[in-house]
Nanobody, 123 residues
């Protein structure tokens, strides 16, 4: 069993930046895709960014393109989400996820999820 542990959330003001990290508990963990999703109470989980682990291909949700950047540390099995120009609409719980599939958009394709980290952006 693998655990994903997120860190880096918090309370910031509009225009600020944050970097989230997600570390896998086991470095021999085999997967194809890691991604970040976010969720606001009462709404569906939204795809934020994903990375195809082997090749480093990256994908972004429309609402974060140009502001957020996903990256990885292959050796340490950590995925990062750099969030710039944050605005109140980015307020959500952010989840890290890992999948053996390259279907990065579909939450149901992900096998492992972190516990979530709260990001709150004040206006």
């Amino acid at each position: 069993q693998v655990q994903l542990v997120e860190s880096g959330g918090g309370l910031v003001q509009a225009g600020d930046s944050l970097r989230l990290s997600c570390a896998a508990s086991r470095r021999t963990f085999s997967f194809a895709t890691m991604a970040w999703f976010r969720q606001v109470p009462g709404q569906e989980r939204e795809f934020v960014a994903g990375i195809i682990w082997r090749y480093g291909y990256t994908y972004y949700g429309d609402s974060v393109k140009g502001r957020f950047s996903i990256s990885r540390d292959v050796g340490r099995v950590i995925v990062y989400l750099q969030m710039n120009s944050l605005n109140p609409d980015d307020t959500a719980v952010y989840y890290c996820a890992a999948s053996t599939s390259t279907d990065y958009l579909t939450p149901a394709k992900y096998d492992y999820w972190g516990q979530g980290t709260q990001v709150t952006v004040s206006s």
